[in-house]
């Protein structure tokens, strides 16, 4: 079975980092386009960064310079490396990924982001 499985959420006061991955496991064959995306309590999900296979980077402006996609083909992981966190990033944050030539995207089942003041 096909699957994301994300980690590296936590707890952090404003200002510090956190680092996510992501990891696809099953039968994978191909990875094309991976993405980090955030759902914050009361709001609709919204774009992070994505990264395609051939390492284009694509960042929302709320995260520009301190946020770092970034992916390791032979692990068939993503990473989101997060600094100078600040309490509007508190969310849940979802891995997403295009396997297998899908014509929908995979999605992880979330990892927990809280940024103190």
């Known amino acids: 079975q096909v699957q994301l499985v994300e980690s590296g959420g936590g707890l952090v006061q404003a200002g510090g980092s956190l680092r996510l991955s992501c990891a696809a496991s099953?039968?994978?064959?191909?990875?094309?386009?991976m993405g980090w995306y955030r759902q914050a309590p009361g709001k609709q999900r919204e774009l992070v960064a994505t990264?395609?296979?051939?390492?284009?980077?694509n960042y929302a402006d709320s995260v520009k310079g301190r946020f770092t996609i970034s992916r390791d083909n032979a692990k068939n992981t993503v990473y989101l490396q997060m600094n100078s966190l600040k309490p509007e990033d508190t969310a849940v944050y979802y891995c997403?990924?295009?396997?297998?030539?899908?014509?929908?995207?995979?999605w992880g089942r979330g990892t927990q982001v809280t940024v103190s003041s």
């Open positions: 990264i395609t296979s051939g390492d284009t980077t």
């Open positions: 099953g039968m994978i064959v191909t990875v094309d386009g």
């Open positions: 997403n990924a295009d396997l297998n030539g899908s014509p929908y995207p995979y």
